[in-house]
């Protein structure tokens, strides 16, 4: 950084202290592992995590019977960012309204970080070299994210919820990475928009079949590609095989996992899927065992009684038997965690009906009938193939008891 915007970023943050209220001494108190250093009579910003893990910043401090609002984090200074090998996540208290230059530079086990509705300033390189990071969510009160504030992170997957796109610096995040936001603006420069890749090939054909699974944690949205051919299923095990639904449509809706299918007709190694966000509210899918996964995150634990399998080789290596696979994480390898990977979706399965390491597609059953209630011998209800209950049936195909029969 050059010696004048040293100057400047140094003039910013005294300008700002000055203007929060009565400058007071500073003075330091650690809590729960946090230490703040008091800068008026009420507010306070965070100086260090010292050697903990995980990091909850509240909203106040209480310091001889004086509260004080937590309004920034300013934990580095430029000549000073040392590589922090201990905190993985931490998540800002409601008052945050910046985060000071370098303040989580070289944070290299920082995998999650949940940013607080109200923060406005994200400064130079506040999250430079923070290289476990995968994605982040950026508030939509957010106005300005410095230069190289995210640059040598890795930072793959960024969701902006502003309806106005923030004034980035130069390298503000790496290039190359996903920006998913609703409203495209030329201020987003060398990152690609609203896309998704399937690079998993499964060879059941002479055409490159590509597969991958999606969510979107924020809004319904719908899938497309020029590339390739798409097409959409909900995936559930039943009775100890893979069960895959092709959907009706290439709509998703907020917070649903679905697997998708892209027949692309170019023989390339990825084919790019374009995702456009709806003003909708879609309802999930019944009997859909795919779930979305957060958006930002380190790990996901299986809930109580069942496992996690994602999509992936049998033999990675050699990138064979494609399916869905017991999730492991380090030692882990029994299916009750898995990397939380934002945008995708994994299979979550009862324990006792998933008695299986894994589940091949080749091997899947797959039907266009859209996922219904399971009826007794004795139920009438009839459904046409889009799940629906249908009192006088006329010509078609239908399904009753779980069966198809035709009305001519």
């Not at 530079?105 to 300033?121: I, P, Q, R, T, W």
């Not at 049998?314 to 299916?335: H, I």
Request: charged share 20%; glycine share 6%.
């Amino acid at each position: 950084m050059k010696l004048k915007e040293i100057k400047l970023s140094i003039l910013a943050i005294l300008l700002m202290i000055v203007s929060c209220g009565t400058v007071v001494a500073q003075t330091s108190e650690t809590i729960n592992g946090i230490t703040y250093e008091l800068i008026n009579d009420n507010e306070a910003i965070v100086k260090s995590f010292g050697t903990l893990k995980d990091a909850v910043i509240p909203p106040t401090i209480t310091k001889d019977e004086k509260t004080y609002k937590i309004i920034g984090v300013f934990v580095n200074s430029p000549s000073s960012y040392p590589d922090n090998s201990t905190l993985v996540s931490v998540t800002f208290g409601e008052n945050i309204n910046y985060v000071g230059n370098y303040s989580f530079m070289n944070f290299k086990s920082l995998k999650k970080v949940e940013l607080n509705d109200g923060l406005v300033d994200i400064y130079n390189n506040a999250f430079n070299f923070c290289t476990s990071l995968q994605s982040i969510v950026i508030p939509s009160t957010v106005t300005s994210i410095g230069q190289s504030a995210f640059f040598n992170s890795g930072i793959k997957t960024i969701y902006c919820n502003a309806e106005n796109v923030p004034n980035l610096g130069d390298d503000a995040f790496p290039s190359g990475s996903v920006i998913f936001v609703k409203n495209i603006n030329d201020n987003w420069k060398n990152f690609k928009f609203n896309t998704i890749s399937a690079a998993a090939i499964h060879k059941e054909s002479t055409e490159p079949t590509y597969y991958t699974t999606f969510s979107n944690q924020f809004s319904d949205t719908e899938l497309t590609s020029g590339d390739a051919t798409i097409e959409l299923y909900n995936v559930k095990v039943d009775d100890g095989k893979l069960v895959l639904t092709k959907r009706g449509d290439n709509q998703v809706a907020k917070g649903e996992g679905v697997l998708v299918k892209a027949t692309s007709n170019k023989a390339t190694s990825n084919t790019t899927i374009n995702v456009k966000y709806l003003d909708t509210t879609k309802e999930k899918a019944s009997e859909n065992q795919l779930v979305a996964m957060p958006a930002i995150g380190d790990v996901v634990k299986a809930t109580n009684g069942k496992r996690i399998y994602r999509l992936t080789y049998k033999n990675n290596s050699a990138k064979t038997d494609l399916g869905f696979y017991l999730a492991s994480v380090g030692e882990t390898k029994d299916g009750s965690v898995v990397n939380c990977v934002a945008g995708k979706a994994y299979l979550e399965v009862p324990s006792e009906t998933s008695y299986s390491k894994g589940f091949g597609i080749d091997n899947a059953e797959t039907t266009s009938v859209n996922s219904m209630p399971i009826e007794s011998e004795e139920n009438t209800i009839i459904y046409n193939l889009n799940g629906q209950a249908v009192s006088n049936p006329s010509k078609g195909i239908y399904i009753k008891n779980n069966k198809k029969f035709v009305v001519k």
